[in-house]
């Protein structure tokens, strides 16, 4: 069985296999694999099936929407899917049926893609196991005592489980790319304003971003090809022209004379497994025997980015999230008496401990008295960190870092201590204050826990295209794909 | 010397007029049935995007510049936070620091209620005029409370004013020519039965004199411009008379009930409120280049003071029939149309507001629905100058055209109202005229000429109306 998008579009463009079957196929392993990895909160079979029957249809007619017609794709679940509940692992959310299509489903309609299930996360895209769901806690599918990452970790858990070929996920802090990393599966987070926000139910209006997560990085390029482009719902998107990102991974990319930077900050700290760092050692050694230059950059603005990040997206969040407070729609508290409690109880019921965390936290930067203290002062450091990677992109072409510090976390491991785990995105969050693209590829595994280490690379903005085309030399020429 | 100064500003809240709401394409409608004009973004569904209204902030912008404000070249709207059923995000996009105009002013002009006496003209300042969206209309039942969503999302101007007005009077006449500058240059109708203007009034009052405000008190719940007037009025007696009485005033939300004619406490404000304004990360800011501001100048309408003075100086109006004619535009524009027609423009005046206006406000119709062309009016006017048909046919005339339409020549010659100007004709009728009246006729000898007037008006009755006035009184003179 085929399991990537482009071996599958190959496929059944050639007459090989159905949609139908290929459906089948992986509507099959998902029911043998969701028992131990519960990647998603919902899959509806008839649904699928039914476009797959029509997919069939137009290609037996010459009538394809694009190549990639009557090929599954599973959606996070905090993309809305007109027809669908879109909960955002949520409780609050938990009877709420889209009464419309995201511009990336309405365009991945458009191609033929057919949306398949609803990938588990943390409640709004608010963690980094999947252990903050309201429904379900997914496994990690390398070993299921562990988490997949999050909050696209359902996302990441089911291609790594190969319940679907690809899936796609949000990234607000490093939500992407570092469930990728901790499935052994590609992760790219797209330059800010490259794929419409609209019909993505916003954590960090300013952070989140719509991204593939898939088997390799031809998939990426072919995935974010289909649902990026310019969206006049969405007043954040970029008005760009671009030319297809898959077609220019047709042969692999020669890297000599490419710069790679190596930000010292990166390398420096603690906190860094060794186990990692040896990984990403031996990706970095890998890309000097294809040709690629090294130099060494500094971020020195860097070790602000985690409060930063903390202050402005949970000061966006709290706001964002006030709208779920049960009047027009969503969960109601049945035994409020007025209205005051009919906000305490549906909210307090409704949300989850870390998402009431990050709210009370948002609403307390922004309150009158804080706010220069707080939300004021980390718009400054963005600012700074954004000058620090522009400069460092003097430098280089694209930079290279561990994609999280460890490997993935055993479940439970953060459950007390909110804290360390907000720590353990310094790696990823810098891209979203920047707005810049970045993607984490699978680079080896650890030596000692055996399981899977992402390396990542990081893009000036809009820099997708080479940032696609060394991570696709750097996979061709690894032997190491492992599923 | 009064005891008291009184301190008041504005804060106007005016509907922009645009086809579709702020932030989505649904219909901007008053009246539709409750929840039909929605959609996913105005009701706050999960995952929307707001996408601006540009007309709205063009119409933003003309405001501005009718206003004299300045135009801000970066501006950017930011999310007002507060829960509120009648919210649909719980958050207003609204503006706060950076409004799309600032520093203002208008000129005030108009009538102190108790004299009728004219206020002095006096500039008002404009603080600032910011944009935002409306939110939903709540109605209260006896068991529950209804939401109409129909309303949120509008796209809805809030104009500040200085604490600049020391009276009920020049509130009335802020409001007036606020309200004449937004329908003039097609910003909003400002039918405040409409909701399309919303008025909250700041007042305080201090010892005469001094400089430090007195305490703020704010007036909500104002349904006309007669209704805010009245409760300024009832406030500063009822502010004064606390004073008076030694009374420390709280900082307090007060609305006004017409049926009792007096202001009831709504709730005291302890606290600022924190609305933890912060920029809206969903929109970019928004910028106006020097050539787009001039754009938008250019296509700026002439403001009412403006006309008002040009009528008068065009064509020689007295200063209140200008004022008159330049209240609503609609009827300015009629005005010049007609007069532009004519060799008597006064004239013309005088038809509007003595006959156009009153026949207007009896059908209950509006300028844009008159039956008469202004065409159509001035040749009325001129065929009265050219001595075709006298003044009072002219206004029967005027009757026949405003009730059934039709152009004045084709009226008098369907009616037989033709002037009689055939000196035999009149000379028949004088002669019966003073045949009939020997009596008359003996007076007028011996030395009493009002009765003149008598024989005019025996004539004009024998030829129904349509004697040549000043032929009549040439032959009666010389008859007599
Ligand atoms: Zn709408």
Redesign the interface.
């Known amino acids: 069985m085929e399991k990537t998008l482009h071996e599958i579009s190959k496929s059944l463009n050639d007459g090989a296999v159905t949609s139908v079957e290929v459906c089948e196929a992986f509507l099959g392993k998902t029911e043998q694999m969701e028992p131990s990895i519960q990647a998603f909160i919902s899959v509806d079979v008839e649904k699928i099936l039914k476009m797959a029957v029509e997919a069939d249809s137009r290609r037996t007619r010459g009538d394809s929407l694009s190549p990639l017609d009557g090929v599954p794709v599973a959606l996070k679940d905090n993309i809305m899917e007109e027809g669908s509940v879109c909960s955002c692992a949520s409780k609050i959310l938990s009877n709420v049926t889209s009464p419309y299509d995201a511009t990336v489903v309405a365009k991945m309609r458009a191609a033929g893609i057919i949306p398949f299930g609803r990938a588990n996360m943390d409640e709004f895209a608010m963690g980094s196991t999947c252990e903050n769901s309201a429904f379900a806690k997914t496994a990690n599918p390398r070993d299921t005592t562990r988490v997949p990452g999050g909050s696209s970790g359902g996302s990441a858990a089911a291609v790594a489980a190969g319940e679907v070929p690809a899936a796609l996920g949000s990234d607000t802090g490093g939500s992407i790319r570092q469930p990728a990393s901790f499935c052994g599966v590609v992760g790219l987070k797209p330059t800010y304003g490259r794929v419409s926000r609209y019909g993505l139910v916003a954590f960090a209006s300013s952070l989140d971003q719509i991204g593939p997560i898939t088997r390799d990085t031809r998939d990426a390029a072919l995935l974010l090809d289909a649902i990026s482009g310019h969206d006049p719902k969405d007043s954040t998107s970029l008005n760009l022209e671009s030319a297809s990102l898959a077609d220019t991974l047709a042969e692999p990319m020669d890297l000599k004379g490419i710069k790679i930077g190596l930000p010292k900050e990166y390398f420096e700290r603690d906190g860094l497994d060794a186990d990692v760092e040896k990984v990403v050692d031996e990706a970095i050694a890998k890309f000097k025997d294809m040709g690629a230059e090294t130099v060494a950059v500094s971020l020195p603005h860097a070790e602000f980015a985690v409060a930063a990040y903390y202050v402005i997206a949970t000061a966006e969040a709290s706001a964002n999230l006030a709208r779920f407070d049960g009047i027009r729609y969503g969960q109601r508290s049945v035994d409020a008496l007025d209205l005051m409690e009919t906000y305490l109880k549906s909210r307090g019921d409704g949300f989850g401990e870390e998402v009431k965390r990050r709210i009370l936290l948002g609403t307390f930067v922004l309150s009158s008295g804080y706010y220069d203290a707080y939300y004021l002062k980390a718009q400054k450091a963005r600012t700074l960190i954004r000058e620090d990677f522009e400069a460092a992109f003097e430098k280089c072409d694209i930079m290279l870092s561990p994609t999280t510090p460890t490997t993935a976390f055993k479940s439970g491991e953060f459950a007390s201590d909110p804290l360390q785990m907000y720590l353990a995105d310094i790696y990823t969050i810098s891209l979203n204050l920047t707005g810049f693209c970045g993607i984490s590829l699978p680079a080896g595994n650890s030596a000692s826990d055996g399981m899977p280490v992402g390396v990542q690379l990081m893009g000036p903005a809009l820099g997708e295209e080479k940032l696609l085309s060394v991570s696709h030399a750097f996979e061709t020429s690894t032997v190491y794909t492992q599923y | 010397m009064e005891k008291y100064d009184v301190v008041i500003g504005l804060e106007v809240h005016v509907k922009v007029r645009t086809e579709s709401k702020m932030f989505c394409s649904c219909a901007n409608l008053y009246g539709a049935e409750p929840n039909t004009l929605v959609c996913?973004v105005c009701?706050?569904?999960?995952?929307?995007?707001?996408?601006?209204n540009k007309e709205a902030i063009r119409k933003t912008v003309l405001a501005g510049l009718m206003t004299s404000c300045d135009i801000s070249k970066f501006s950017k709207f930011d999310?007002k936070?507060y829960?509120s059923?009648d919210m649909?995000?719980?958050?207003q996009i609204s503006q706060y620091d950076l409004p799309f105009c600032l520093a203002g002013n208008i000129l005030i002009s108009g009538k102190r209620f108790s004299d009728r006496e004219p206020l002095p003209e006096k500039s008002i300042g404009i603080t600032r005029i910011h944009l935002e969206e409306d939110v939903a209309k709540s109605t209260h039942f006896p068991k529950s409370s209804g939401?109409d969503f129909n309303r949120a999302g509008g796209p809805l101007m809030e104009i500040v004013s200085e604490p600049d007005m020391t009276s009920a009077d020049e509130a009335y006449a802020y409001l007036t020519v606020l309200k004449r500058i937004m329908r003039y240059a097609d910003i909003s109708n400002c039918d405040m039965e409409k909701g399309e203007l919303r008025c909250d009034v700041n007042i305080s009052l201090k010892p005469a004199g001094r400089k430090e405000f007195g305490t703020k008190i704010e007036l909500k719940n104002l349904n006309s411009f007669r209704s805010i007037h009245r409760a300024i009025d009832h406030e500063i007696a009822r502010q004064a008379a606390e004073l008076d009485a030694g009374a420390p005033l709280s900082q307090e939300t007060r609305g006004w009930n017409d049926d009792k004619g007096s202001t009831y406490l709504m709730r005291v404000k302890e606290t600022?409120s924190?609305y933890?304004?912060?920029p809206e990360?969903?929109?970019?800011p928004i910028t106006f280049s020097d050539e787009e501001i001039d754009a938008i100048r250019a296509e700026m309408p002439e403001t009412p003071d403006a006309k008002k003075q040009r009528f008068i100086e065009n064509f020689g109006l007295t200063p209140y029939d200008s004022e008159v004619l330049t209240n609503e535009k609609a009827v300015a524009d009629y005005f010049e149309k007609a007069a532009t027609k004519s060799s008597n423009p006064k004239q013309i005046a005088n038809w509007i507001i003595s006959e156009l206006l009153r026949e207007l406000a009896n059908s209950a119709n509006e300028i844009s629905e008159c039956p008469v062309p202004p065409a159509n009016l001035a040749e009325l006017a001129e065929l009265i100058n050219k001595g075709t048909i006298s003044g009072k046919i002219a206004k029967q005339v005027f009757t026949e055209m405003f009730q059934n339409g039709g152009s004045p020549a084709a009226i008098i010659e369907a009616k037989g109202l033709l002037q009689v100007s055939d000196s035999s004709a009149i000379e028949s009728l004088v002669d019966q005229a003073i045949t009939e009246n020997q009596a008359q006729v003996e007076q007028y000898r011996t030395g009493n000429q009002k009765v003149l007037q008598y024989f005019v008006g025996q004539v004009m009755k024998l030829s129904k109306g349509k004697a040549n006035p000043q032929m009549v009184v040439a032959m009666l003179k010389e008859k007599l």
């Open positions: 996913p009701m706050g569904y999960p995952g929307v995007l707001p996408v601006p999310r936070s829960f059923p649909p995000k719980n958050y939401i600022e924190d933890r304004y912060f990360p969903d929109l970019t």
